[in-house]
């Protein structure tokens, strides 16, 4: 009698054929990009559920890629209970026992010398209706340097927040500053659910402090707000999902594509054709690279 294929089996070579322009690294490690990206993306903690153990329909893997038309896009999930792989989503901190994390990190930093237009198209296709769920993270941390996120985008209670690392009182510099949420217009997440969303999120960082501002479907949400960094930190991006474990409800679901980096010099300065990047000339992007790929909290 002829023997019929394994459907387990079909389905664990399917998942496995979606992730798409994933590389593995020697430690089962992937970096993630595509051909309209200007930046690469790393699992550098690991997943709560690896696409080598995505066997199941109902349960796919925290990152995976999928195809529409002819355009890849990156989903990342993330479940109740799905604990993050770095080191201090085990410890209860900030309102909660442990933290959820499907969450991906940028290969090298952003230049600080450097003005960053961040942009990005994401789809919230399913949750964000919980608490501080944050989909977009400039980060400072590094092995030697504690710093603090710089800035965060999430949802939070269903609406679009953002918070940013804000200037300490005094003058000293190696103060961390403190995360507070910036007032604006107010979107909620269930208005996003059927469209892509562009988010642009531009970071001058010749400035000091370093001055922020937030477009969202070409609607201006704040302009040059400023942001503290510690001399110490290495400003980078981190994008997926990443919020309070224990206490947010149900599954969420985030697709995105276009990610991408433009960058300028600061004024004054020459580079190139390099001039301060609009929505139709963008820069060039400005990375710097870092070998270190260790483990952020």
Same mark, same amino acid.
């Given at each position: 009698?002829?023997?019929?294929?394994?459907?387990?089996?079909?389905?664990?070579?399917?998942?496995?054929?979606?992730?798409?322009?994933?590389?593995?690294?020697?430690?089962?490690?992937?970096?993630?990009?595509?051909?309209?990206?200007?930046?690469?993306?790393?699992?550098?903690?690991?997943?709560?559920?690896?696409?080598?153990?995505?066997?199941?329909?109902?349960?796919?893997?925290?990152?995976?890629?999928?195809?529409?038309?002819?355009?890849?896009?990156?989903?990342?999930?993330?479940?109740?209970?799905?604990?993050?792989?770095?080191?201090?989503?085990?410890?209860?901190?900030?309102?909660?026992?442990?933290?959820?994390?499907?969450?991906?990190?940028?290969?090298?930093?952003?230049?600080?010398?450097?003005?960053?237009?961040?942009?990005?198209?994401?789809?919230?296709?399913?949750?964000?209706?919980?608490?501080?769920?944050?989909?977009?993270?400039?980060?400072?941390?590094?092995?030697?340097?504690?710093?603090?996120?710089?800035?965060?985008?999430?949802?939070?209670?269903?609406?679009?927040?953002?918070?940013?690392?804000?200037?300490?009182?005094?003058?000293?510099?190696?103060?961390?500053?403190?995360?507070?949420?910036?007032?604006?217009?107010?979107?909620? %997440?269930? #208005?996003? =659910?059927?469209?892509? +969303?562009?988010?642009?999120?531009?970071?001058?960082? @010749? !400035? *000091?402090?370093?001055? &922020?501002?937030?477009?969202?479907?070409?609607?201006?949400?704040?302009?040059?707000?400023?942001?503290?960094?510690?001399?110490?930190?290495?400003?980078?991006?981190?994008?997926?999902?990443?919020?309070?474990?224990?206490?947010?409800?149900?599954?969420?679901?985030?697709? %995105?594509? #276009?990610? =991408?980096?433009?960058? +300028?010099?600061?004024?004054?300065?020459?580079?190139? @054709? !390099? *001039?301060?990047?609009? &929505?139709?000339?963008?820069?060039?992007?400005?990375?710097?690279?870092?070998?270190?790929?260790?483990?952020?909290?």
């Amino acid at each position: 009698m002829r023997r019929l294929p394994n459907p387990k089996a079909i389905l664990a070579a399917m998942l496995a054929m979606s992730v798409g322009q994933a590389t593995t690294t020697s430690a089962g490690q992937r970096d993630y990009t595509d051909t309209d990206w200007t930046v690469t993306l790393h699992d550098n903690c690991g997943l709560p559920v690896p696409s080598s153990r995505a066997v199941h329909a109902d349960r796919q893997g925290s990152v995976r890629w999928t195809t529409v038309g002819k355009d890849r896009q990156l989903i990342f999930h993330l479940r109740r209970g799905d604990r993050g792989r770095c080191r201090s989503d085990d410890r209860p901190r900030h309102g909660a026992p442990f933290w959820e994390r499907a969450e991906l990190r940028q290969i090298g930093a952003l230049d600080p010398l450097r003005r960053h237009r961040i942009s990005l198209t994401a789809k919230f296709a399913d949750g964000f209706i919980g608490r501080r769920e944050t989909f977009l993270q400039i980060h400072g941390w590094t092995g030697d340097c504690p710093s603090a996120p710089l800035a965060m985008l999430q949802m939070h209670r269903r609406a679009l927040r953002a918070t940013l690392l804000t200037v300490p009182p005094s003058s000293d510099a190696e103060r961390r500053g403190t995360l507070r949420p910036v007032p604006m217009d107010r979107i909620d %997440v269930t #208005d996003l =659910r059927d469209s892509d +969303t562009a988010i642009v999120l531009d970071l001058d960082m @010749t !400035a *000091r402090p370093y001055l &922020a501002s937030l477009t969202v479907n070409g609607q201006t949400l704040f302009s040059e707000r400023p942001v503290h960094a510690v001399p110490c930190a290495v400003p980078r991006i981190k994008l997926g999902i990443y919020r309070p474990g224990g206490i947010n409800p149900g599954r969420s679901t985030l697709i %995105v594509d #276009d990610i =991408r980096v433009d960058s +300028t010099p600061p004024p004054g300065e020459t580079l190139g @054709t !390099a *001039r301060r990047p609009t &929505a139709a000339q963008p820069g060039p992007s400005a990375i710097v690279p870092i070998t270190a790929r260790s483990p952020s909290p």
